[in-house]
């Protein structure tokens, strides 16, 4: 298996510019999660789905951040407008079920830089 | 992430000796404890997992404990190894998703 596969993996846009994140989970695997990654906060969850539908959201900083599963099979993070403080490491990551104790597979990671 | 405390922030040691890195967690419905580890520009991966049914787990060189009444658990390395330099992250889990400490920076000198 290949993995959790993200894109692009590196991305440097414009303030005000819209930003999509893309995932692909691990084949077979029912959950989904976004997580982004700063110095300062360290990981932080931002949305996880189970069975391509959105659990908790809690974590969205605003609503310039919005995501996506239409499919089992890939999910989209997209910011809209950017800005210069969501510059950060996007990870997205899947487990095979959902709930504790279930290893969650993170992806490379998505570095994105908003100038 | 607010519900796992973890430190040291970064630990250095010379290659050879033990490292011990420590978290607490504040929700006692947590029953699982991963360790991820997480070299510089790559993802995090999972190096070892406990329970809560479990106290104490090790694997080579890494090993875990878990006092679920002082809600702390340890992540122990012996013989470091200067390949063993990494973040590594504490995580707790009690429902769909896992929080985070925010890491400890381990180095490890030759």
């Known amino acids: 298996d290949a993995g959790v596969i993200q894109s692009p993996r590196h991305e440097v846009t414009e303030m005000g510019q819209e930003v999509t994140l893309r995932c692909k989970p691990i084949?077979?695997?029912?959950?989904l999660f976004w997580y982004r990654q700063t110095m300062m906060r360290g990981l932080e969850l931002l949305i996880y789905?189970?069975?391509?539908?959105?659990?908790?959201d809690s974590g969205m900083p605003e609503d310039r951040f919005s995501a996506k599963m239409p499919n089992a099979s890939f999910s989209t993070l997209k910011i809209q407008p950017s800005e210069p403080r969501d510059s950060a490491v996007y990870f997205c990551?899947?487990?095979?079920?959902?709930?504790?104790?279930?290893?969650?597979?993170f992806g490379e990671g998505s570095w994105l830089t908003v100038v | 992430g607010e519900n796992v405390e973890q430190h040291p922030s970064t630990l250095s040691v010379q290659e050879g000796d033990s490292a011990v890195i420590k978290c607490t967690y504040s929700d006692s419905a947590s029953n699982y404890f991963p360790w991820y580890k997480q070299e510089l520009g790559k993802r995090p991966q999972l190096i070892i997992d406990i329970r809560s049914n479990v106290g104490e787990k090790k694997d080579q060189r890494i090993a875990v404990t878990l006092n679920k009444t002082a809600k702390h658990f340890s992540l122990h390395i012996t013989e470091t190894q200067p390949e063993d330099s990494a973040v590594y992250f504490c995580a707790e889990g009690s429902g769909y998703a896992l929080n985070f400490g925010k890491g400890t920076s381990l180095l490890v000198t030759p």
């Open positions: 789905f189970n069975n391509n539908v959105p659990i908790d």
């Open positions: 990551a899947s487990s095979l079920v959902a709930g504790p104790g279930n290893t969650i597979y």
């Open positions: 084949s077979g695997h029912n959950s």
